[in-house]
Antibody
Framework: QLQLQESGPGLVKPSETLSLTCTVS??????????WGWIRRPPGKGLEWIGS???????FYNPSLKTRVTISVDTSKDQFSLNLSSVTAADTAMYYC????????????WGQGTLVTVSS | QSALTQPPSASGSPGQSVTISCTGT?????????VSWYQQHPGKAPKVMIY???KRPSGVSKRFSGSKSGNTASLTVSGLQAEDEADYYC??????????FGGGTKLTV
């Protein structure tokens, strides 16, 4: 079973950049049949798809976040990362990384999530 | 792109059946057969229960089933058990390389 683990700061100041990394273990990120994504859940709200990436580097972003989001992959470390710039309190959320077979596919492996709070 | 519309809550007694709806538009739910349903228990990561409208992953109970009519997808849980109490989210491919989720439904057993 593929394992994913999020890591990064739990507290980010307003206007700064939120940076998270997802490490893939018991498997390789260099899989042609895998799409690696980020999803978040703000407190008291529903899930929101942030974006995803193939190991080749092809990215897809939520149009509402596109101007602030960058997702990248480091195949040498079996990791992919999320950068969200100019954060506000509205970006406070539990952030999850997950895998799907394609962008259209269902998310069949998830990390446990990491809580990021935006506050001064 | 607006989130898919789900009822905030649903409930049923043990052994009963409950259906949760997920309403979108012809640009998402109605336009593609890429609707998934996720179950999330408190403090846990979401788990896929249904994918491609009605397919069940290996290991998911047959008590969970999915369907779609027009712009509305549905998740039915039959023979409700206490362990089914959780939040449920639908998601759909929305075209133009975009994915959207529903607002979530809290199921009480």
């Amino acid at each position: 079973q593929l394992q994913l683990q999020e890591s990064g700061p739990g507290l980010v100041k307003p206007s700064e950049t939120l940076s998270l990394t997802c490490t893939v273990s018991t498997g390789s990120i260099k899989s042609s049949d895998s799409n690696w994504g980020w999803i978040r859940r703000p407190p008291g709200k529903g899930l929101e798809w942030i974006g995803s990436i193939y190991y080749s580097g092809t990215t897809f972003y939520n149009p509402s976040l596109k101007t602030r989001v960058t997702i990248s992959v480091d195949t040498s470390k079996d990791q992919f990362s999320l950068n969200l710039s100019s954060v506000t309190a509205a970006d406070t959320a539990m952030y999850y990384c997950a895998r799907s077979s394609t962008l259209l596919g269902h998310l069949d492996n998830w990390g446990q999530g990491t809580l990021v709070t935006v506050s001064s | 792109q607006s989130a898919l519309t789900q009822p905030p809550s649903a409930s049923g007694s043990p052994g009963q059946s409950v259906t949760i709806s997920c309403t979108g538009t012809s640009s998402d739910v109605g336009g593609y057969n890429y609707v998934s349903w996720y179950q999330q228990h408190p403090g846990k990561a979401p788990k896929v229960m249904i994918y491609e409208v009605s397919k069940r992953p290996s290991g998911v109970s047959k008590r969970f089933s999915g369907s779609k009519s027009g712009n509305t997808a549905s998740l039915t849980v039959s023979g409700l058990q206490a362990e089914d109490e959780a939040d449920y989210y639908c998601s759909s491919y929305a075209g133009s390389n975009n994915v959207i989720f529903g607002g979530g439904t809290k199921l009480t057993v």
